[in-house]
Every structure is written in structure tokens, then in C-alpha cells.
């Protein structure tokens, strides 16, 4: 489990393609000997499974269907990366309960300043415009958001420049790849819905 509060802005040093899988290894400011093998982080939003460790750096391998389902088959040595270590019994929850399974892939549609804070509009995959509602939670490639609005299958939300500027979202271009994930309770409920 997650809070979508994102701790670290790690980078991609190296990209390994295997059979199905492929390994990623970041750089990151984490202290890496207290993090041990078989260790959850939130990479962008995906909850992915440490492997090896080094003095700065961190590797997790990627199962095709983790390429397949999020922006991760995109990722080359140099991309940017959201970094999130797995919650802990008596950690602050600051954002919302995020399980670290991407839903699908959104894109960004625009990227406005408003003040201080930078709107953005995102647009959703059909088959989740159900799941997000203005005032609710979701969580865009890690990141804890609160919804603003939503019109069909695009909704928009607002960055702080601390978010801008500790978070990946503030480097976002219009047409760039996301990886989103719905509320935990909206999944919940459409599923209880199906079953009446």
C-alpha cells in the first residue's frame, strides 16, 4: 500500500530488455541499504518489487503485462520517475490509500497556469470515466490528486508549484502518456453494484 505521496524523484540509468521481462535500474537518493530485496516502491504509480541494490540505485524487473499496462514500455535511460517506498504501520497518510496497480493510461491534454498552481486536464480510457468524480481521489502516474472537474472522459486537476516541482507532473507536455489509478472505494462500489 501506498498514499500517493511521492518521496523521491529517482531517474531511469539503465534499461535491460529480456525474455518478456525487463529490468529497470534507477538512481535514486533513498538510502538504498535500508531497503531490502523483495522491498515494494511505486514507480510512477506502479508497484513494482526491488531486485538488487546498489551504493545509489535500486533494479526491479518488469513482467510484459506491466510493460503492456502502463507507460513503463515508454521509459529510456534518463526518464524521470515518480519514487514512492511502501507504507509502514503509524506512517502519516497524507494522501489516500493507492494499492500501486495501474488501472490504465491517460493522456495529458493540456497544461495551464492558474496563479501559482499549473491545471491540468487529463484524458481517461472509456472504460474508467465511470470511476473518477469531482472531489475524489486519483492517483496520476503515483501522485495523490484531488479531481476538480470532469466531463466525460476528460477531468482536470490542480498542481501546487511544491507538486510541480518534487513530482514528475510538472515536466508533463500536452499528449504525454500517464498512468492513473481510481479510487480504491469507487472500485469497490461499481464492483458491489455489478454483483446486486
Do not use: Q
Not at 531497503?35 to 526491479?60: K, L
Amino acid at each position: 500500500m501506498f498514499t500517493g505521496i511521492i518521496t523521491d524523484l529517482g531517474r531511469v540509468v539503465a534499461v535491460e530488455p529480456g525474455d518478456g521481462d525487463t529490468r529497470f535500474t534507477f538512481a535514486t537518493s533513498y538510502e538504498t541499504s535500508e531497503i531490502e530485496i523483495g522491498a515494494s516502491i511505486a514507480c510512477n504509480g506502479a508497484c513494482m518489487t526491488v531486485i538488487a541494490t546498489g551504493d545509489d540505485w535500486f533494479r526491479i524487473s518488469a513482467s510484459g503485462e506491466s510493460l503492456s499496462t502502463t507507460t513503463m514500455r515508454h521509459w529510456t535511460a534518463g526518464t524521470r520517475v515518480n519514487l514512492e517506498r511502501a507504507l509502514k504501520v503509524g506512517d502519516e497518510l497524507g494522501g489516500h490509500i493507492v494499492s500501486g496497480h495501474v488501472d490504465g493510461v491517460g493522456t495529458l491534454v493540456s497544461a495551464v497556469p492558474e496563479g501559482e498552481s499549473l491545471r491540468l486536464l487529463f484524458d481517461v480510457p472509456e472504460d474508467l470515466k465511470g470511476f473518477i468524480a469531482p472531489k475524489g481521489s486519483v492517483a496520476v502516474d503515483g501522485v495523490s490528486l484531488t479531481v476538480n472537474e470532469v466531463a466525460d472522459r476528460r477531468f482536470g486537476v490542480n498542481i501546487i508549484p511544491h507538486t510541480r516541482d518534487a513530482t514528475t507532473l510538472g515536466g508533463l507536455a500536452a499528449g504525454d502518456p500517464v498512468n492513473l489509478e481510481i479510487d480504491m472505494l469507487a472500485r469497490y462500489v461499481a464492483r458491489l453494484l455489478e454483483c446486486r
